[in-house]
Antibody
Framework: QVHLQESGPGLVKPSETLSLTCTVS????????WTWIRQSPGKGLEYIGT???????DYNPSLMSRVTISIDTSENQFSLKLRSVTAADTAMYFC?????????WGQGTRVTVSS | ESVLTQSPGTLSLSPGERATLSCRAS????SAWYQQRPGQAPRLLIY???TRAPGIPDRFSGSGSETDFTLTISRLEPEDSAVYYC????????FGGGTKVEIK
């Protein structure tokens, strides 16, 4: 059974960089695309971006200028960096496997942007 | 970038009733449906408009086209109380705003 686990700081200061990692276990990172999705408190799901196992990326146009998603196949991990964060970036951040939709999800990690 | 419009915003129905959720897309791409219960990650229900994901009960079904698609829950059970999101996935990904299903 594929398992995804997000990790990273739960509190980030305004203007700094949010950094999260998703570790994939129980299956290979090869052959799939891997996605970050977030959900602000009480709101809907927002697509952040996707990285393929080859390292090609796709980003939400509204976040593209601040986002970098990368992959480390040797560690079975992929990562999210979101620069210049504000309070509007406070959200639950999910990682997920993209395969005919998103079939496996992490439990999510809550990130608060506050000084 | 495709825009997805879900309707209705909220459905309030009794156990055993049928729920019909709609999603209209501005582009023709692959589509999926997700269920999100409070405090949980979303769960994939349907992909490719009509295909149920593994382990999903057959009371959940998808229909329609890739620009106008529907999720039907044929006989509502209490545990179906959740927010349901439609999604398009292809070269990029977009989510609809969600439909909240309340069980009376």
């Amino acid at each position: 059974q594929v398992h995804l686990q997000e990790s990273g700081p739960g509190l980030v200061k305004p203007s700094e960089t949010l950094s999260l990692t998703c570790t994939v276990s129980g299956g290979s990172i090869f052959g799939y695309d891997w996605t970050w999705i977030r959900q602000s408190p009480g709101k809907g799901l927002e697509y952040i971006g996707t990285v393929s196992y080859r390292g090609t990326t796709d980003y939400n146009p509204s976040l593209m200028s601040r986002v970098t998603i990368s992959i480390d196949t040797s560690e079975n991990q992929f990562s999210l960096k979101l620069r210049s964060v504000t309070a509007a970036d406070t959200a639950m951040y999910f990682c997920a496997r993209k395969w005919s939709g998103h079939d496996y999800w992490g439990q999510g990690t809550r990130v608060t942007v506050s000084s | 970038e495709s825009v997805l419009t879900q309707s209705p915003g909220t459905l309030s129905l009794s156990p055993g009733e049928r729920a019909t959720l709609s999603c209209r897309a501005s582009q023709s791409l692959y589509s999926a449906w997700y269920q999100q219960r409070p405090g949980q990650a979303p769960r994939l229900l349907i992909y490719g408009v009509t295909t149920r994901a593994p382990g999903i009960p057959d009371r959940f079904s998808g229909s329609g086209s890739e620009t106008d698609f529907t999720l039907t829950i044929s006989r509502l059970e209490p545990e179906d109380s959740a927010v349901y999101y439609c999604q398009q996935y292809g070269s990029s990904v977009t989510f609809g705003g969600g439909t909240k299903v309340e069980i009376k």
